[in-house]
């Protein structure tokens, strides 16, 4: 007689509890909805707090939830991540420094002290390119931490470096400055990196190069392709005008890359950068980066 068994479990994976499944990979273009409608309401969101309109945030802040919340919108920003959809930024940044010139090999090794020192804001893995390539001491950190290894920080509240041991050779701003919902706190956060990298032309700490502290930054390529108020000489212009100058760039259908050296000190303390329009059209999209006067 044979006994048939009731419900028996077709595969390893179907038998999983629920919290060890793989989240759901989410096509593409549901992935590109989802993180458009998180910075749209992001930005209503800052309009509303500059208001004072307390019940339009209340409001929004249910429609971000109803979204998923960050923590959707990171799930999405990770499917971006993945090899098929282009992999994770950091590759380019890497193939740079390679091609720059060879790696010495005592930064490709583990003494902590020959390893350049990265900031990465803004980070949602501790996978990538760069923690991958023994190159650099990473550290991350993000609004909404998702692992250990990620320090769950506010760039724009982190505490100043008290010495030049708190200084990085480095800083990562990968598909960060266009989360920022408005202009301002766009350009505070790019004077910000200032404060965090170390000075041009010091010792660096590994005879690397001369790609050194710099600050990489991504950006989707409409940022500065198809924007009312930005451009790629606009761009320039505000990073020479802190102290940056364009070592590399890229451009790919999706996404813009830039190493920005920092090479002197701000340039004019008390140099504003407006909202001004610089491409008309309805089919642009208003970003923008608005500097109102450096504290050098
Ligand atoms: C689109 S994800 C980018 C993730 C990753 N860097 C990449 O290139 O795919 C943007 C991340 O930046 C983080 N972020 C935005 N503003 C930040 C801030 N002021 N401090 C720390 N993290 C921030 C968000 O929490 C979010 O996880």
Request: proline content about 5%; glycine content about 6%; charged content about 25%.
């Given at each position: ?8 479990t077709?595969n390893?994976?179907?038998g ?14 549901a ?144 598909l ?37 502290p ?75 980066v ?7």
């Amino acid at each position: 007689m044979t006994i048939k068994r009731k419900g028996r479990t077709k595969n390893l994976a179907a038998g999983r509890p629920p919290t060890t499944r793989k989240p759901k990979s989410i096509s593409r273009k549901a992935t590109k909805a989802l993180i458009n409608s998180h910075h749209l309401l992001e930005k209503k969101k800052s309009q509303a707090i500059a208001k004072g309109d307390r019940a339009a945030e209340a409001a929004i802040d249910g429609e971000i939830a109803a979204l998923g919340g960050i923590e959707k919108y990171q799930q999405a920003s990770l499917q971006g991540q993945r090899l098929d959809r282009g992999g994770d930024s950091s590759h380019v940044l890497m193939e740079w420094i390679k091609s720059d010139g060879p790696v010495p090999s005592s930064s490709a090794g583990t003494s902590a002290e020959t390893r350049l020192k990265m900031l990465e804001v803004g980070a949602l893995s501790t996978t990538n390119m760069c923690s991958r390539s023994r190159l650099f001491d990473v550290e991350r950190i993000d609004l909404n931490s998702q692992t250990d290894g990620i320090i769950q920080q506010d760039f724009m509240k982190r505490p100043l470096p008290k010495d030049e041991s708190e200084l990085f050779d480095i800083i990562s701003l990968s598909l960060v400055l266009n989360f920022v919902p408005d202009a301002i706190g766009r350009g505070e956060m790019l004077l910000r990196t200032l404060d965090f990298l170390k000075q041009p032309n010091t010792d660096c700490s590994s005879e690397l190069h001369d790609l050194f502290p710099s600050l990489f930054m991504v950006l989707p390529a409409p940022c500065v392709t198809n924007s009312r108020y930005m451009n790629e000489p606009h761009m320039e212009t505000i990073m020479n005008t802190l102290g940056y100058v364009k070592a590399k760039s890229k451009i790919t259908q999706r996404l813009v890359y830039y190493l920005w050296i920092r090479k002197s000190p701000v340039q004019s303390s008390s140099a504003t950068f407006k909202k001004v329009e610089l491409r008309s059209g309805h089919s642009r999209n208003n970003f923008a980066v608005v500097l109102r006067g450096s504290s050098g």
